[in-house]
């Protein structure tokens, strides 16, 4: 009877932590009409802005016109009339792990992390969750597209380009392999402390074991590549094939780097190699920039809202970071860095880069048409052009005002539901002071 009462209690659990993943908004049906969103403000991104009077025509999920004035003659278009409102490119956030965890207290709502230090085969999209709530939440703020990595170890897998919305998580990909992801090994020892009780030496050996580990994967995946590219009748190895996209140049290393040491390490190696880098996180890329500049190097800066990584360093070091980068030429995108339940705040990382001396379109090209080229998506995401998808939102306001409303959104050329769980719970609670008397409105 116990083991029973015991099997009973595990099933509730696991069904109720499911149904605690799950959102109530129902994914969109395909485009069918064309749509015109007009009389609005167009901020197409990659070039000029068209005040009041703009258009964007779209049909199929693909942008066919945009322009000014008056409207293009189509049979059976659906007219949004967007008056005195704004129109942007979807938002893209460039470093997450949204839809591989729901709850992090709770461990069967967490699939970001597969076990060992060296896994390439592994693939984020496979683990999205099209389901969770936290999508919605994020959606609702303007962020429409998500380069989702995996977590965990040296090389923790590749990275997938997800649209977000989809019944499936195959209804959701883009890219399901958009690049590799490693986290580069410290190249120093760090501080013996209460935290660190590990020695210097003992450190040293293992930064170079991992180093090694890393040196090693990549000479063992160039040997099978050639070998396969020999004899094609050789037996597939997943974890080098999934390599061979990188290798080729085809896709990039992204490196997870932070530190000077890091950064330089890491770049010396890629280039060494003959790979395409991009660096994600670094917040010593300042300290950087003749190198980064050199080899063409972009960077995912993981968010703003941080303490400085050195104790000596100025307060606001990592607010002025987006503009020393763009003062140098170097190409960024903004990401959160944070969990998936606060990515919703990214369009305010960016605010907060035009409040410490970025240009607003910069910050605005740094979440949008800068992290689409980044991540690959540059000839189809990030700007409002014709024949680029019509993945878009419609806002009362500069997106990076944290007092704007996204009204409307179109995931290629589909209407998203913008509801979620916040909104309802709003809802819920004002119903609730309205029936004590304590609002009116």
Known sequence: MQRLFSISMVISLLLSATAFAQSRQIPAATQDKPIIIHSATIHTVSGEMIEDDGYVLFENGIILHVGKGKLPTVPGAVLVDASGLHVYPGLIATDTYMGLTETSSIEVTNDHTELGQVKPEVRAAVAVNPDSALIPVARANGILTAMVFPRGGLVSGRGSVMRLDGWTWEDM????????????????????????TTSESDQLKQIEKNLKLIEDLFDDALA??????????????????????????????????????????????????????????????????????????????????????????????????????????????????????????????????????????????????????????????????????????????????????????????????????????????????????????
Request: hydrophobic content about 40%; cysteine-free; proline content about 5%.
């Open 173 to 196: 990909t883009i890219d399901p392999e958009a690049g590799l992801l490693i986290n580069w090994p410290r190249t120093e020892p760090a501080r013996r402390s209460r935290f660190n």
């Open 224 to 441: 099978y590549a050639y070998s396969r590219d020999a004899d094609a009748k050789l037996s597939k190895d997943l974890r080098y094939e999934a390599m061979r996209y990188v290798l080729k140049r085809r896709k990039p290393v992204f490196v997870r780097a932070s530190s000077i040491g890091q950064i330089e390490s890491a770049v010396a190696w890629a280039v060494r190699r003959k790979l395409k880098i991009v660096i994600v996180g670094g917040q010593d890329a300042d300290r950087t920039i003749p190198l980064l500049t050199k080899h063409n190097i972009p960077v995912i800066i993981t968010g703003l809202h941080h303490l400085p990584s050195n104790r000596h360093d100025d307060y606001d070091r990592p607010f002025t970071l987006p503009a020393k980068l763009h003062e140098a030429g170097i190409k960024f995108a903004i990401a959160s860095g944070t969990s998936p339940a606060h990515e919703r705040n990214l369009n305010h990382n960016a605010a907060t880069a035009v409040a410490y001396g970025l240009p607003r379109a910069e910050a605005l090209r740094s979440i949008t048409l800068n992290a689409a080229q980044i991540i690959g998506l540059g000839g189809t995401h990030g700007s409002i052009e014709v024949n680029k998808y019509a993945t878009l939102i419609i806002t009362d306001g500069d997106p990076l005002e944290i007092t704007t409303d996204t009204l409307v959104a179109f995931i290629d050329g589909k209407r998203i539901d913008l509801g979620n769980r916040h909104k309802t719970l709003n809802d819920k609670y004002r119903e609730k002071y309205r029936q004590l008397g304590i609002i009116k409105d």
